[in-house]
């Protein structure tokens, strides 16, 4: 192999070009990004950039010297448009094409907009530095979706003496992934800290003086941000037979074709860890697949399956949130230590019949890590916790010892 | 190799640890990572290196020497 492109210049296509190198990889190595600056870390765009805390230099992933001793062939502000699998070609924006031995898909997704003018998203540093130069004392800003970027953008806006609107379709925000007990007991954060949080509310469109709501009425507001979720990018994709479904699907190899590879948020692919299809937009998440997929790509005679638990944190007022393993689908969630009450407490997720995530509010390491252990190494839910009780799901104040997790 | 951690970028998802345990722990308050041994010794540079890598706060520097 002598020619690698990486399409895509974040964090997961960054993690795969530096796994290259470090394995022995010596040939060409093109990274591609459609942005113009340099690899940058996208996670403190919601808390520490939009709260100025940080200057945006901080957010560079390596310095210049550092990028310089991977010797690339770096090619920013260049957007890929084409795919030719059978002739190995990436056709860019403008028509020059670039041949590879091996693929790397890397493009990321891009934030889900609303229909009308003006509104923000916060997807890259340019989205968070435009929110945060109109965030000020006494404005007014609406904030469509109260998921995880929502719920930390509204808690930096408290935090900067804003007038927040958190407005979220769900009669619980979070409730789909997280359960409703936890979802409540994090959104009640929001009104404690004086957001006007409504839930079950839905946003039609974007509006001059604010959100119009679906049953007419308006919200208004100076600012409004739309953090609705997002889609991956993948449209420069179509028509290449490779399989796109809500992602690039890739193998348990995270392979999508012979010597072509996905990762980072636009990769779905089966994690056989859960047995199931997932596609993670996580910042772990990134750097591991990236650096799975670099190892699969050298080494086609021994590849692994990738087969991570995923884990994401979120910070919002004085909570710090972290989650291992897939919480989406599951039955069921038990309090396994701590207190909700105190929003300090580990919730432990069941699927079927295995313990499949767990979330922690304020909790020590110590704590965290075995859950961690547990779930990578597949236990069930009864070893785990004991037999899965009937009726209600949540009990509090169970303590599970990490020897029991293990 | 010289272990570099920029603290106050450190976000204590402890990847660190399960990459490089003999090199890193945690804070038992906050999570915060904590370098062991800052100079750890080549059988260690692997997992080091691996642990730099899958950091989600891009708060691990190596100075390679």
């Known amino acids: 192999m002598r020619r690698i492109v990486i399409v895509g210049a974040s964090a997961a296509g960054l993690a795969a070009a530096e796994t290259l190198r470090r394995e022995g990889y010596a040939g060409t190595l093109t990274l591609i990004g459609a942005e113009a600056d340099a690899p940058y870390d996208r996670p403190p765009l919601s808390k520490q950039i939009l709260a100025s805390q940080w200057e945006a230099e901080r957010l560079a992933l390596r310095t210049a010297e550092e990028l310089a001793a991977l010797d690339l062939d770096l090619r920013l502000g260049v957007v890929a448009a084409g795919l030719n699998l059978a002739a190995r070609t990436v056709r860019l924006d403008g028509g020059a094409e670039v041949a590879y031995d091996g693929l790397v898909i890397a493009t990321g997704v891009r934030p889900r907009r609303l229909p009308g003018q003006g509104a923000h998203v916060l997807r890259t540093l340019g989205d968070a530095l435009a929110l945060r130069r109109r965030l000020a004392p006494g404005r007014r800003l609406a904030v469509v979706g109260a998921g995880f970027l929502g719920a930390e953008c509204a808690a930096v806006a408290r935090g900067l003496g804003c007038e927040v609107t958190l407005l979220e379709p769900a009669a619980v925000p979070l409730a789909h992934a997280l359960g409703e007990t936890v979802g409540r007991v994090l959104s009640q954060a929001h009104e404690e800290n004086g957001v006007d949080l409504r839930t079950g509310v839905t946003v039609s469109a974007v509006t001059d003086e604010g959100v119009r709501l679906a049953d007419g009425e308006l919200v208004a507001a100076d600012e409004v941000l739309v953090a609705i979720g997002s889609q991956p990018n993948t449209e420069w994709l179509a028509g290449s037979g490779l399989a796109l479904s809500d992602g690039l699907v890739c193998d348990r190899y995270s392979a999508a074709a012979p010597d072509v590879y996905g990762a980072g948020d636009v990769a779905r692919w089966h994690n056989e860890l859960f047995g199931v299809s997932m596609r993670i937009e996580h910042r772990t998440n990134a750097a591991e697949q990236g650096m799975a997929v670099a190892r699969n790509l050298l080494r086609p005679g021994d590849r692994k399956p990738f087969t991570p638990v995923p884990y994401f944190w979120s910070d919002q007022y004085d909570m710090k949130i972290q989650a291992y393993g897939y919480l989406r689908g599951h039955d069921a969630v038990e309090v396994v230590d701590g207190a909700l009450a105190q929003r300090r407490f580990v919730a432990a997720y069941r699927t079927g019949d295995r313990l499949t995530g767990v979330l922690a509010v304020g909790m020590s390491p110590k704590v965290i890590r075995p859950w961690r252990s547990a779930i990578a190494g597949g236990v069930t839910w009864s070893q785990a916790i004991g037999p899965a009780k009937p009726g209600p799901a949540v009990t509090e104040n169970e303590v599970m010892s990490g020897e029991r997790a293990g | ?65």
């Open chain 2, 1 to 65: 190799m010289r272990v570099e951690l920029d603290e106050p970028k450190c976000v204590a998802a402890g990847q660190c640890v399960m990459a490089a345990p003999e090199v890193f722990d945690q804070r038992d308050d906050d999570g915060v990572a904590i370098v062991l041994d800052a100079e750890p010794g080549p059988e260690l540079h692997d997992s080091v290196r691996e642990a730099a890598a899958v950091c989600p706060a891009a708060a691990i520097h190596l100075v390679e020497r």
